[in-house]
């Protein structure tokens, strides 16, 4: 499928796999598309930004490839790495015939044949469809030297591996990098992407995008549940939850045939919008009843 040609077509396009995308996020989405440039997104964990990966290569039908950072993430785990086993295999098999050329058996070892592509020298192949999606999810969650690493690999779209020389992507791959900012990325890796800042969504876009992923949801309870998880994230909080937590406690009531929410249930289902138990302890009880009471109030006075 052919790139999106407005900010309209980004918008319509990520519908199409139930991602509700604002105007100022559908715009930077189309110019990280347009200009062939890496798009940057920061915010709290579970407000959408791997989501938008996944929802563009399935708009767009491209694979998607996703490198998952940690901490200790090296250049070796991400770009390649020699399967060792089969070249010892190889070796010995040479052995066993006789009459071993060196030279030319090392020169075989390190081929394709025994290259093993990680993500990023994936991204760098050509791949049916069109270039891929690259996801570098999570950043924050790697060393600075792999962030230098990355910034020449996002600057030239190549990667250089020693036995094989360079090897340059012919069409660049679409790169989306994500940020739960747990620390800060360097300036000049963002440089070299679009920036955009995913916060949480106003209640009438969460309602939106609970409406798409959970539709069988009836709409009193839709506007309870989002009403809820809104109130919780002014409390203070270890880990306020995300839309994700939204859409999950939302399925959890409908699994357990809930039609409107009540202290007793929230109590019951805590787990599925906080992760922290301190968190679920302060809300255990009273401190749900008071929220639950607040956004009722709320919701007739609207």
């Known amino acids: 499928m052919q790139k999106p040609g407005s900010i309209e077509d980004v918008q319509a396009l990520l519908a199409t796999q139930n991602y509700v995308c604002g105007r100022a996020l559908g715009t930077v989405v189309y110019l990280a598309l347009t200009l062939g ?57 040479a052995e066993a015939s006789g009459g071993v050329d060196r030279d030319q058996l090392r020169n075989d070892l390190f081929t ?82 679009l920036y955009h800042w995913v916060d949480y969504p106003d209640f009438e876009r969460e309602i939106e995008i609970l409406q798409a992923r959970a539709p069988e949801a009836a709409e009193t309870l839709s506007r309870e549940v989002v009403a809820f998880v809104q109130a919780l994230r002014t409390e203070d909080l270890f880990k306020k939850p995300g839309v994700a937590e939204t859409i999950d406690w939302a399925k959890c009531l409908l699994a357990l045939d809930v039609i409107n929410l009540s202290p007793e249930v929230i109590s019951d289902t805590l787990g599925a919008i906080l992760k922290y138990q301190d968190d679920i302890q302060q809300l255990q009880g009273s401190g749900a009843k008071r929220i639950l009471d607040e956004v009722k109030a709320g919701l007739d006075a609207a």
Request: proline share 7%; with cysteine; charged share 25%.
């Open 37 to 93: 440039r890496p798009l940057f997104l920061e915010g709290e964990a579970g407000v959408g930004k791997t989501e938008i990966a996944k929802a563009l290569a399935a708009g767009l039908g491209r694979r998607l490839i996703r490198l998952q950072c940690y901490e200790g993430l090296d250049a070796a785990s991400a770009v390649y790495e020699w399967n060792f086993a089969a070249q010892m295999i190889a070796i010995r098999a």
């Open 112 to 193: 394709e044949e025994f290259l093993i592509a990680r993500p990023l020298l994936e991204a760098m192949q050509p791949q049916p469809g069109g270039a891929p999606v690259l996801l570098i999810d999570e950043l924050d969650r790697t060393d600075e030297p792999f962030e230098a690493f990355l910034l020449e690999a996002l600057s030239d779209f190549q990667v250089t591996i020693p036995e094989l020389g360079t090897i340059h992507a012919p069409e660049p791959p679409i790169v989306i990098v994500t940020s739960n900012r747990t620390r800060e990325v360097h300036d000049a890796l963002k440089r070299r992407c």
